[in-house]
């Protein structure tokens, strides 16, 4: 949210460098920050779960969730945080199509074709979560340098 306010504000100024190395800076502090909670989360995943349950079989598989799906976390990150710049230069749509497309509908496929055609189990369910950060994080990063780096020749 603040990527999208800190661009937008610096693109109506007319300053395209400092909102181009405000997304940089936002990029590199939440993936550093996502990857220190990740991998607290990793380590502490059957103490963090019991916060909310002593069932042992709920304990179980939320540490196999968190296990499985904590470090693709962070393409999630850099997924919003892009779309928050896109955003902030006006463009909504991209990221809108981009994450319908990848969050909602190939996950949706993922969980069809892997429930149906492969095996259901907690953790190929538990998958499509990453299967759709990680399919969103390389069309935005594609979209993002194709639009606005790339053809701009802002460096970003």
Partial sequence: MAATTFVSQN???GKVKRANEGTKVTLTLIVAVTFVIAFLLYIFARPAIRLFSADESVIDYGS???HANVFFLLANCINHTLAG??????DSNGPMIIMLSTFVALRQVYLFCVTHFVANTPVLVGLGYPVGWCSCCIV??????S???HHKNSSL
């Fill in 11 to 13: 693109m109506g100024a």
């Fill in 64 to 66: 196999l969730f968190i």
């Fill in 85 to 90: 710049a896109l955003r902030g230069r006006g």
């Fill in 140 to 145: 935005v990063l594609t979209y993002f340098y």
């Fill in 147 to 149: 639009k606005y780096v």
